[in-house]
């Protein structure tokens, strides 16, 4: 199952990508996230190696996802896979520089296994939505510019 979203936002893409890559702010502007932590590994700021720990909210449950970041483009790409986790996905954050911003795409491709298969239907509206909402807030997040205040 894959998720796409796309947003415009207007900001210069050196700004959004820095913002998108501080894994310890996600729960800002996602509100699947509810937590985000740094795992201790050789690599120490986001690039390939680097790994994450995300507390999520997926249907009524909490569940701990462990991510490493497999591709790393600076200000471009962003790439990581859970290697830990009851939900195998691959997420990625894409950007693109505009005349007057930046164009962030977001997808994550999900295999759903065990006792959420059955429910992939629900799972797949429901993450569509969910990818809008955080979008739309991290759109409204860093055009604020109220981020700097943290």
Not at 17 to 26: A, D, H, K, R
Not at 109 to 122: T, Y
Not at 128 to 141: G, S
């Amino acid at each position: 199952m894959r998720v796409k979203k796309s947003v415009v936002i207007n900001q210069p893409i050196a700004e959004v990508f820095e913002y998108v890559s501080n894994f310890s702010q996600t729960r800002i502007w996602s509100g699947a996230v509810l937590a985000s932590q740094p795992v201790e590994t050789e690599a120490t700021q986001p690039g390939v190696g680097y790994c994450y720990k995300n507390l999520v909210k997926f249907l009524d449950r909490q569940l701990e996802l462990t991510y490493q970041i497999i591709e790393y483009q600076p200000n471009l790409l962003i790439t990581a896979k859970t290697i830990a986790g009851l939900l195998p996905s691959l997420v990625c954050y894409n950007s693109d520089p505009l005349a007057v911003g930046t164009l962030l795409t977001y997808q994550q491709e999900i295999g759903l296994i065990g006792l959420f298969k059955p429910f992939e239907a629900i799972i797949y509206k429901s993450l569509d939505r969910q990818a809008e909402q955080d979008l739309t807030t991290l759109k409204d997040w860093l055009e604020s510019r109220l981020y700097s205040l943290l």
